[in-house]
């Protein structure tokens, strides 16, 4: 589970149009989840990185 950064009380985890978010009952707004965004975020990277090896590895296609 999570705290809210602004009253320190416990969030629900909520679902969004295709994103989860915490809903804080005591501030009565919702939070970004901020692990999750970092995550994805590294995620990306981590894609990303993979993209750019593949494309610079040497063409092996009709080499065998
Ligand atoms: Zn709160």
């Known amino acids: 589970m999570s705290t809210c950064p602004c009253c320190n009380q416990q969030m629900f985890l909520s679902a969004g149009k295709n994103r989860f978010y915490w809903y804080c009952s005591s501030c009565r707004q919702e939070m970004p989840d901020l692990i999750s965004v970092m995550m994805t975020?590294?995620?990306?990277?981590?894609?990303?990185?993979?993209?750019?090896?593949?494309?610079?590895?040497?063409?092996?296609?009709?080499?065998?």
């Open 41 to 64: 975020a590294r995620q990306r990277a981590k894609r990303t990185r993979v993209f750019e090896s593949l494309e610079s590895t040497p063409q092996v296609v009709g080499a065998r």
